[in-house]
């Protein structure tokens, strides 16, 4: 299992009930992704089956497909390769748009089972950590909302109808699966300077932990300004990541 531990712009604030961190792990992946992939796609076109296909196919074979695959834009093959992650120490507010993502499949921390005995974590914009009177009024704000919570749940009123009094600063955990195809999309998207700053932080560990295991497909992946002109149009951050080797 591989895990990636990515801190936010103020991780150097510390309070008892912030997290400030995305905690990301790769818990599993199709073994050898590359390969799967390349035979998916090879099997359209040849004589043998997938399981001699995988067992005879050269490595530098496998790397002509795949750059046949990443040039012409034929992704259905990409679909073959399948990435599980844990990802700990976020807010409901980032798993909202994370859901947004449908071609990928999601367990997450129920608030409807689990009920919180005792405050929990909120995780906190930088935005508001840097100024010490909006940290405060939320840090208070989100202290009054739990307390209401727990006279609930101590009213005898159930967990799934307390939780309604939850912010969505509220820290969850949730476990993703994609498989390639859509982490390029996912990428595309949320790695972009113009995406919320947490679910960027989210993409970005991610891709960082996909990379090594499928480095030819995953090499230029990540905000559209990495492989070309910028697709946010008028609405672009103005502000490019430097852009990614060209495929050989």
Known sequence: MTRLLVFAGVSSISAERTQTSVDVRLLSHTPDPQRAVAVAARLCYAPVGAAELMEVLSDDAVERVLKVIMTSGHFSALEHGSYTFAVDGVSRALTHQLVRHRLAS???QSQRYVA???EPCFIVPPAVAV???LRERFDAANL???EAYRDLIDAGVAAEDAR?????ATETKIVVTMNMRELLHFFEL???NRAQWEIRELALAMLALVEPTAPYVFMDAGASCRRGPCREGKMTCGDPYPKAPKRE
């Open 131 to 133: 100024n010490p009177d």
């Open 190 to 192: 949320r790695c972009c």
């Open 164 to 168: 309604y009094l939850l912010p969505n």
């Open 144 to 146: 009054a909302a739990f």
């Open 116 to 118: 919180y005995a005792e």
């Open 106 to 108: 999601y367990n997450q």
